[in-house]
């Protein structure tokens, strides 16, 4: 059994920064695939980035150029760097990962961290 758990998420000041992170456990998964989602209160829940198996990333518009997704393979982690954080980032953040196991994709996600971004 997989588990994706998230860490890192705070209140933070606009301009500031914050750090999250999602630890994987289970037996044989590695972070291939690993993507960062946000959903505000009354939205719909977004991609923020994700990181493929061959190292390259994808960003949301609204997130270039603040964000960085990384992976660590040693730890099995996937992180998201936020920098200029803005209130509009308010948000639960979840990690979200995938592997193809006998042929079939399985789809992880962890329990969400609250990133609050006010004054």
């Known amino acids: 059994q997989v588990q994706l758990v998230e860490s890192g998420g705070g209140l933070v000041q606009p301009g500031g920064s914050l750090r999250l992170s999602c630890a994987a456990s289970?037996?044989?998964?590695?972070?291939?695939?690993g993507s960062w989602y946000r959903q505000a209160p009354g939205k719909e829940r977004e991609l923020v980035a994700d990181?493929?198996?061959?190292?390259?990333?994808n960003y949301a518009d609204s997130v270039k150029g603040r964000f960085t997704i990384s992976r660590d393979n040693a730890k099995n982690t996937v992180s998201l760097q936020m920098n200029s954080l803005k209130p509009e980032d308010t948000a639960v953040y979840y990690c979200?990962?995938?592997?193809?196991?006998?042929?079939?994709?399985?789809?992880?996600w962890g329990q969400g961290t609250q990133v609050t971004v006010s004054s």
């Open positions: 979200k990962s995938r592997e193809l196991t006998g042929g079939v994709w399985h789809t992880y």
């Open positions: 289970g037996s044989g998964f590695s972070f291939d695939f």
């Open positions: 990181i493929f198996s061959a190292g390259t990333t």
